[in-house]
C-alpha cells in the first residue's frame, strides 16, 4: 500500500475550505455554557491559538442556537474568523436558527426527525419505512435552503451511539446501518444541489469507526459521491488511553489516505486535543511508511514494530497510528514494539494499543467523553474519582458521559454507566438497563461503586 490521500470535492466552510488537496484540517468543541458569552470567546480563542481551524459549540436549544450570534460578533471584533459550528441533537428548529450566525451547522441523523433511541425493535412495511424517509425530506428541505441562503456548510454527524430505532431494527447495530443513516440525508443533499457537506461516522468502537467510514466510502464512491470526511473517535477517554484509542482508529484511515478534518475527543480541556491531531497529521508519511514495513514483517501472528520517537506521547501516538489498520484488520493479534529509550514501557503500550484495536483487554475500559456545553457536573473530576476506585478491575467497560446524547449508544456494551440527566443529576447504568435515574451528583460516584461491588463477577477482584 502506498500512501496517496483521497481528494474529495471540496466544501466551503467560512473562509476555509475542507477536502480536496487544502490541508487536513484540525478542530475542537468547547465545554462551557453556549448561552456564556465570555466564557465561549475566551475559550474558542484558546482552541484557536493552540491550532484550531474550526470552533464547534453546542445548541441545544433556540436560545443558545441565537447567541452563537453574539459569540461570533465578539470574536470577529478581535479580527478572529476562525468558523464557527453548531452542535445540535434532536430538535430540527434549532438548525435552522443556527444556520443564520454559524460557519456551519452539524445535524445528527440519528435524532433529527427519528425520536431518540430507545433500543426498541420497531416493524415497518416497505410502504410505512418510505414514509417515513419522507419525513426527513419534508423537514430536511426547509433547512438546506436556509442554509443556502445564508451560506452555511452542514456537517452530516452519524455517531454510532444515537442511531435511532428505526435504522436499527432494519438493518440492527452494524456498520451497514450507519452508512445507510448517513446515506438517506446524503441523497437528499445531493438532490437539492448543496455541496457544502462534510461527512462524519463515529463511534467509541475503533473496530465499528474504520469500519464503518470505510463502508462509506464505497458507499459513496458507488453513488458518485465525494464529500469530504471528518474523523474521529468518541468518547475516546483521557491520559495515555484517549491517544492512543485516538491514534488507533484515526491513524488508521489517514494512513489510507482517507480524512479531511479530524478532531481528538480527549476528556481534557479542549485546547489540549489540538497538539495531539497536529502531531497525528503531521506523522501520516511516515506511519504511512512504518505501515507497509510492519505488515510485511507479520510472522506467527505477530506485529514486530520498529520506531524511533522523541517523547512518550510520540511514541504511542506513533505506534498506535501505524499498526492501528493492521490489528482492525486482524493481520495479527501480538504486538511487539521496539524503540530505543524507551524499554521500560513498550510492553505495556502494546497491551494499551491491542486494548484499544479491541483485541486484548489488560485493564479497565473507560469509555469517556470529551465534555461539551451539555455536560452538567465535574467531568474530568468524576472520571479521576472512577478511575482511583476501578483501575484494578481488569476486563470492566465503564461509561462515564456527559449526556444522553450518545450516552446510553456508545456505552451500550458497557459493564456500567453514569450519565449526566440534568443539572446535577446523574442516571446509573447496568449495560442498557437504567437502574437508578436522576440521583444527586454529590451521591453519583458512591452510588456507580457500590453497584459494581455488589456485582459477584468484580467484587471477587482486589486491590
Known amino acids: 500500500m502506498t500512501y496517496r490521500r483521497r481528494l474529495t470535492t471540496p466544501a466551503h466552510v467560512g473562509p476555509i475550505v475542507i477536502g480536496g488537496d487544502n490541508p487536513i484540517r484540525i478542530q475542537s468543541m468547547t465545554t462551557t455554557n453556549t448561552n456564556d458569552t465570555a466564557a465561549c470567546v475566551a475559550q474558542a480563542k484558546r482552541i484557536i491559538e493552540a491550532g484550531g481551524e474550526l470552533v464547534r459549540l453546542t445548541t441545544q436549544g433556540t436560545r443558545e442556537a441565537e447567541n452563537m450570534r453574539n459569540i461570533s460578533a465578539a470574536l470577529k471584533a478581535e479580527g478572529i474568523m476562525t468558523p464557527l459550528v453548531a452542535d445540535v441533537h434532536f430538535n430540527a428548529r434549532v438548525a435552522d436558527v443556527a444556520a443564520q450566525y454559524c460557519e456551519k451547522v452539524r445535524i445528527n441523523p440519528g435524532n433529527y426527525v427519528d425520536p431518540a433511541r430507545t433500543f426498541r425493535h420497531l416493524e415497518y412495511t416497505d410502504e410505512e419505512y418510505q414514509a417515513e424517509l419522507r419525513k426527513i425530506d419534508e423537514r430536511l428541505v426547509p433547512f438546506i435552503n436556509i442554509c443556502k441562503e445564508h451560506n452555511t456548510a452542514v456537517r452530516i454527524g452519524v455517531n454510532h451511539g444515537s442511531l435511532s430505532d428505526r435504522i436499527m431494527s432494519r438493518y440492527g447495530d452494524t456498520p451497514a446501518g450507519i452508512v445507510e443513516s448517513c446515506m438517506e440525508f446524503l441523497r437528499i443533499f445531493r438532490r437539492e444541489a448543496f455541496s457544502d457537506v462534510v461527512i462524519s461516522i463515529k463511534a467509541s468502537n475503533t473496530v465499528v469507526m474504520v469500519q464503518s467510514v470505510r463502508l462509506l466510502v464505497e458507499a459513496m464512491d458507488k453513488e458518485d459521491m465525494h464529500y469530504p470526511l471528518h474523523l474521529g473517535v468518541t468518547e475516546a477517554g483521557e491520559g495515555e488511553d484517549g491517544r492512543i484509542k485516538s491514534a488507533v482508529g484515526i491513524g488508521a484511515l489517514l494512513t489510507e489516505g482517507i480524512g479531511d478534518t479530524i478532531r481528538v475527543s480527549l476528556s481534557e480541556e479542549p485546547e489540549c486535543e489540538i497538539p495531539v491531531a497536529r502531531q497525528l497529521v503531521d506523522l501520516i508519511p511516515e506511519c504511512a511508511q512504518l505501515r507497509e514495513q510492519a505488515e510485511a514483517g507479520i510472522k506467527d501472528d ?133 437502574l437508578e435515574k436522576n440521583i444527586p451528583e454529590a451521591e453519583a460516584v458512591d452510588r456507580l461503586l457500590q453497584l459494581i461491588e455488589s456485582d459477584d463477577k468484580w467484587k471477587a477482584m482486589k486491590k
Not at 308 to 320: G, I, R
Not at 373 to 397: M, P
Not at 406 to 432: C, F, H, Q, T
Open 302 to 434: 505477530t506485529i514486530s514494530l520498529h520506531l524511533t520517537a522523541d517523547s512518550l506521547e510520540q511514541l504511542q501516538l506513533k505506534a498506535s497510528m501505524a499498526v492501528g489498520a493492521l490489528l482492525i484488520d486482524r493481520k495479527a493479534t501480538q504486538l511487539v514494539i521496539d524503540c530505543p529509550g524507551f524499554e521500560d514501557v513498550v510492553g505495556s503500550l502494546a497491551d494499551s494499543i491491542l486494548q484499544a484495536a479491541r483485541i486484548k483487554f489488560t485493564k479497565t475500559e473507560y469509555i469517556s467523553c470529551p465534555g461539551c456545553g451539555r455536560t452538567l457536573y465535574n467531568l474530568q473530576d468524576t472520571i479521576r474519582r472512577i478511575k482511583a476506585a476501578t483501575s484494578h478491575l481488569v476486563g470492566l467497560k465503564i461509561g462515564i458521559m456527559g449526556c444522553i446524547v450518545n450516552g446510553p449508544g456508545e456505552m451500550a456494551d458497557a459493564d456500567y454507566g453514569y450519565v449526566g440527566a440534568g443539572p446535577g443529576r446523574i442516571s446509573l447504568y447496568k449495560g442498557k438497563e437504567c
